[in-house]
């Protein structure tokens, strides 16, 4: 859990806040959450390793705490995610798409493509249409069928980028799920189609 949107986050909701460097790692207390209770100084939340914890001794409302707290990020979570996603893809020369028929539901909240066109002459498809889903937590799923070679060298560097900026790595049978090659694309000499999945910060 990104602590810049957290701290976005804790702001939106009026609670304060204080940001820690704990070991190496960044902390992030809640000393006022409008809980209504006197904390004797201590903390109402904690989030640290992406865990948000609650002060259990003195707040008897401190699940649901966290449960806003974790609902205001992954909103913030998901336009930045569609933000990386986007701007990162423009950068090698993709244009956005909407995917207008795409109807948000409790797990998957918004969807979009990114499309290109290979400049490679003997390529037969050049239009490619790369579909991103993002989820209520704000992790990535990306899908697509062929991609020619060139355009596929620029969707990796994309990628790349945005798993710098979130701070994952995709990795085989976790992030990539590979899928059967439809039948009309076999014949093709550059043909790796696949599913990504970055998962959120």
Same mark, same amino acid.
Request: aromatic residues 10%.
């Given at each position: 859990m990104r602590s810049d949107l957290l701290k976005v986050a804790c702001t939106q909701l009026g609670w304060r806040f204080e940001v820690k460097i704990e070991s190496s790692e960044t902390v992030? &207390? +809640? %000393?006022?959450?409008?809980? =209504? $209770? @006197?904390?004797h100084g201590e903390y109402?939340? #904690?989030v640290a390793n992406n865990? +948000?914890? %609650? =002060?259990? &001794? !003195?707040? #008897? =409302?401190g699940l649901e705490l966290a449960k806003i707290l974790e609902n205001q990020f992954y909103e913030l979570n998901i336009a930045y995610s569609v933000q990386t996603v986007v701007h990162e893809f423009e950068a090698m020369g993709f244009k956005y798409m909407p995917d207008l028929s795409f109807v948000a539901n409790e797990i998957e909240k918004k969807r979009f493509k990114m499309v290109a @066109? /290979? #400049?490679i002459a003997a390529e037969t498809e050049k239009r490619t249409e790369?579909? !991103?889903? $993002?989820? @209520?937590? *704000?992790t990535v799923v990306s899908d697509s069928n062929y991609i020619p070679e060139d355009v596929h060298h620029l969707a990796d560097k994309a990628m790349a980028a945005i798993d710098a900026t979130f *701070?994952? /790595?995709?990795?085989?049978g976790t992030h990539i799920r590979r899928k059967a090659i439809p039948a009309k694309y076999k014949t093709k000499t550059y043909c790796k189609p696949d599913q990504k999945i970055i998962s959120k910060r």
């Amino acid at each position: 859990m990104r602590s810049d949107l957290l701290k976005v986050a804790c702001t939106q909701l009026g609670w304060r806040f204080e940001v820690k460097i704990e070991s190496s790692e960044t902390v992030l &207390y +809640v %000393y006022d959450a409008k809980q =209504n $209770v @006197h904390l004797h100084g201590e903390y109402a939340l #904690k989030v640290a390793n992406n865990i +948000v914890t %609650y =002060n259990r &001794y !003195f707040l #008897k =409302n401190g699940l649901e705490l966290a449960k806003i707290l974790e609902n205001q990020f992954y909103e913030l979570n998901i336009a930045y995610s569609v933000q990386t996603v986007v701007h990162e893809f423009e950068a090698m020369g993709f244009k956005y798409m909407p995917d207008l028929s795409f109807v948000a539901n409790e797990i998957e909240k918004k969807r979009f493509k990114m499309v290109a @066109h /290979s #400049k490679i002459a003997a390529e037969t498809e050049k239009r490619t249409e790369i579909t !991103f889903t $993002v989820l @209520h937590d *704000g992790t990535v799923v990306s899908d697509s069928n062929y991609i020619p070679e060139d355009v596929h060298h620029l969707a990796d560097k994309a990628m790349a980028a945005i798993d710098a900026t979130f *701070g994952t /790595s995709r990795k085989e049978g976790t992030h990539i799920r590979r899928k059967a090659i439809p039948a009309k694309y076999k014949t093709k000499t550059y043909c790796k189609p696949d599913q990504k999945i970055i998962s959120k910060r």
